[in-house]
């Protein structure tokens, strides 16, 4: 943390708490309501614009060439023949590419990269997998086959690669931090606590690389309209900060940079910026035509980066009243060579779940060459739940204690790491409900003494965890017009979860209009700027620059307003925007926007408002919780694990919409399940290349592998996040590997201490109990 940094943490516990949304205190709301999204028809009839269907005059079509070697050196490019077939009009390598600048990172809010690593500047091998030529033709099947006539020799002399990521273990080194937070935070003694103990739990967990794998690959089209100005369509998750990114590679004032993204299929944090955007413009460039990229499923696993593997120790230990003397939470993530990448945050569910007397939590990092590692559904999260709640339920067994109970034992007065206040903490509450809908009392509490057939059959719980996110600088404009309808915009995105509905019904009863009579803008760099859609935390920051808009509205509505009518001489804190216009608090008269827009002579009128700084963040511990709990079965035959029924109960404050919120939570869970039990990408330890990049070879969830999900929430508000809601986007696959492991423990008698759970590994375990 910097200075600046410390500076603002100070003010903020300093400062009053912002007061709640006066909306909260409403029953009269569209917000809370089901409603389906809007752009469904759109999506199921096929009218809905997505990247590929992008189509401009001239528009050409590039294909990448990719690296066969990990590391090393570009000794020679031959082109000369891939210049000589049909169609070919341009191949790009680092000897003729444009001079672009280091994109900069998402990080730093200023750009939308995962790595700073250069872009075909050099002749530098990073990994397996990195484009080092560009084939531009006038079809995609001429690209592709002249990219297949590049011939590229390399010099491996030098640094050996490194590609195995528990075979170079030994040269990881501290994280220097973690999402911005400390990478260790220890509080008292926890060796001394679990030397003296009596129950100790001290095992390592370990999970593997995996992929965004969404129904949309990866494409792009670019477009110079001259050598200052450029359009970019792009299936992006960021498009203000793509538009950033741009300007900066190229040199360029922002304003002359358009990036527009309407629709997106699927991102869960892989549809950043990487290398395969910038060569499509620098090609674009050079060749002074629009030109496509559209990276295949393989290119996907190759270019773009996914999750990153780990080896996590948890040690734990109790105290004489059945609570924790000490908890520590340890491990290694692999990054890219030369630092590209980020420690994924597997520590902070420990970080906030349970109270322990002693406490210990610290990130180690080890370089590979391999692409930068990126965000994947709640990244570190999900894989940090898998070894923490794995480890709590080992515990609850040493105690003889039920888990659920157990975890009500260990509840905190406050956040164990920060020791600040929890704005909104329902855990207890969601376990106990939770328990209740399962029929958790039900369960046999001995291992391996339910049978079906072949099948043993176990049931587990969980707990879900994700830290509530407000990104800053989000803006939004609210246009009113003279026939009482309103449009709002801002430069979001809309991926599949409902974003245009669930900000129009926000806007809505911001504005007090119906649902109907607002549109919802966004997708389009044009637009008021967005904060990129990541971390759950879109949601919040739109509402909280749609509230400022409108702010800004009541102030250009009172001056259009006539002087000596009911609104004269009224300020903003005496009015609100209710019943479609500009009325006086408490019941009082107003005016309707239409009636303030004819007295002004006005066609519309437009407000724009910045959302206020984060700085609830700072002075409370603000996180999401949940429950989940599943049934198994195990085949002691096959070593098939089935999962036959789940819950997941959360607290995430206000639920907004309830439609997708719902889909939003079982999505999460659906991921979960294939982390679980399917999902793994095989890296070959000699050369580095992905080895199953194709979803034939990468196992996602089918729906023969999910049961039907019953979700359910809680709904306390929290008052000090915008309309008291936090994100839903992915706590939902948070505690589900480790519900899953804690079921076939209870069905079978087996602890699964590595992901996936598959079926050689539940019959090895079965064979041999204690290895885990």
């Known amino acids: ?20 949304d006066p909306l909260l205190d409403r029953t009269d709301l569209v917000q809370g309501t089901p409603m389906t999204r809007r752009d469904g028809p759109l999506k199921v009839t096929g009218r809905a614009p997505f990247t590929q269907d992008v189509v401009v005059p001239g528009l050409t079509h590039a294909a990448m060439v990719c690296s066969t070697r990990p590391s090393g050196r570009i000794a020679s490019v031959e082109v000369g023949e891939a210049e000589a077939a049909d ?20 990080i730093t809010l200023k750009g939308a990269s995962f790595t700073h690593a250069p872009v075909m500047q050099d002749d530098r091998i990073r990994w397996n997998g990195e484009p080092v030529a560009v084939v531009v033709a006038e079809t995609i099947e001429q690209a592709r086959h002249a990219a297949g006539l590049v ?23 501290r994280a220097e931090n973690v999402q911005g937070e400390q990478t260790r935070i220890a509080k008292g003694d926890v060796e001394a ?46 498009v203000t900060h793509t538009q950033m990114s741009l300007a900066h590679v190229f040199s360029l004032p922002v304003g002359n940079v358009r990036v527009i993204a309407k629709f997106v299929g699927g991102a869960f944090g892989s549809k950043m910026l990487w290398s395969h955007q910038l060569l499509c413009a620098a090609a674009a460039k050079m060749l002074d035509r629009p030109v496509r990229t559209a990276l295949s499923r393989e290119e996907v696993f190759r ?11 948890v040690a734990l230990a109790a105290n004489a009243a059945g609570g924790l003397a000490a908890l520590s939470h340890e491990g290694t993530t692999a990054i890219g060579v030369d630092d590209n990448g980020f420690a994924e945050q597997f520590t902070f569910p420990a970080r906030s779940l349970y109270a322990s007397d002693t406490f210990l939590v610290d990130q180690h990092v080890l370089e590979l060459n391999m692409p930068a590692n990126a965000s994947m559904r709640a ?25 659920v109970e157990f975890r009500t034992r260990l509840e905190p007065d406050r956040n164990p790491a920060t020791g600040r206040p929890f704005s909104s903490r329902h855990l207890v509450e969601a376990l106990s409900r939770g328990a209740e809908r399962f029929g958790w009392d039900a369960r046999n509490p001995v291992p391996g003494s339910t049978r079906r057939g072949e099948w043993w059959v176990g049931h587990g719980v969980a707990a879900a965890n994700y830290p509530y996110v407000r990104m800053p600088n989000g803006k939004a404009s609210i246009t009113l017009r003279s026939d009482g309808t309103a449009v709002v915009r801002t430069a979001a995105h809309e991926m599949g ?4 509905t669930v900000q129009a019904q926000h806007a809505a009863d911001r504005l007090g209009l119906p649902v109907e009579a607002v549109e919802f803008e966004y997708g389009d760099s044009a637009l008021p700027a967005a904060i990129p859609a990541g971390g759950s935390a879109q949601t919040a920051a739109i509402i909280a620059s749609v509230t400022a808009a409108a702010d800004q509205l009541v102030k250009v509505l009172l001056k259009l307003a006539p002087a000596q009518g009911v609104l004269g001489k009224a300020r903003p804190r005496d009015v609100e925007l209710r019943d479609g216009g ?13 009636d303030v827009l004819l007295a002004a002579g006005r066609d519309e009128v437009t407000a724009e408002g910045t959302e206020s700084l984060p700085l609830e963040m700072m002075k409370y511990s603000m996180q999401s919780f949940g429950a989940q709990f599943c049934e198994v079965r195990v085949n002691d035959v096959t070593g098939e694990i089935r999962v036959d029924r789940w819950l997941g109960v959360f607290d995430t404050g206000r639920v907004l919409n309830p439609t997708t919120a719902a889909s939003q939570f079982r999505g999460g869970v659906v991921m979960g399940i294939g982390q679980a039990l399917t999902e793994e990408v095989a890296v070959d330890s000699r050369t580095g290349r992905i080895m199953n990049p194709s979803l034939a070879h990468y196992h996602v969830p089918v729906h023969a592998d999910v049961p039907a999900i019953d979700v359910d929430w809680l709904g306390h508000a929290d008052p000090l996040a915008p309309m008291g809601g936090h994100g839903v986007g992915e706590i939902g696959i948070t505690g589900v590997a480790a519900a899953i492991a804690n079921a076939v423990y209870n069905a079978a008698g087996i602890r699964l201490r590595e992901l996936p759970m598959t079926p050689p590994r539940v019959l090895a375990a079965l064979l041999d109990p204690g290895s885990g």
């Open 497 to 500: 979860m409902g974003t245009a």
């Open 151 to 173: 011939r590229v020799a390399y010099d491996d002399a030098g640094t050996p690669p490194a590609v195995d990521f528990e075979a170079e273990l030994d040269r990881a080194r």
């Open 303 to 313: 270019i773009t980066g996914g999750r990153t593997p780990s080896v996590q120790r």
């Open 87 to 106: 169609g070919v009009l341009l191949v790009m390598t680092h000897h003729n590419a444009p001079r672009m600048k280091v994109p900069p990172l998402l």
């Open 379 to 403: 990244p570190g999260d999900s894989i940090g739940s898998f070894a923490l709640e794995s480890a709590i339920d080992e515990m609850a067994e040493l105690l003889r204690a039920d888990p």
């Open 582 to 594: 500009l009325r006086r608090r408490g019941g009082g008269p107003g005016l309707s926007y239409v």
């Open 193 to 238: 606590k679990r030397a003296t103990a009596e129950h100790v739990v001290d095992h390592v967990y370990r999970t593997p690389m995996h992929y965004n794998a969404a129904i949309e690959p990866h494409v792009t089209v670019v477009r110079w309209d001259d050598t200052e100005h450029l359009t970019m369509w792009d299936a992006t998750q960021a």
């Open 1 to 20: 943390m910097n200075f600046a940094q410390k500076v603002v943490e100070v003010a903020a516990r300093l400062l009053p708490d912002r007061r709640p």
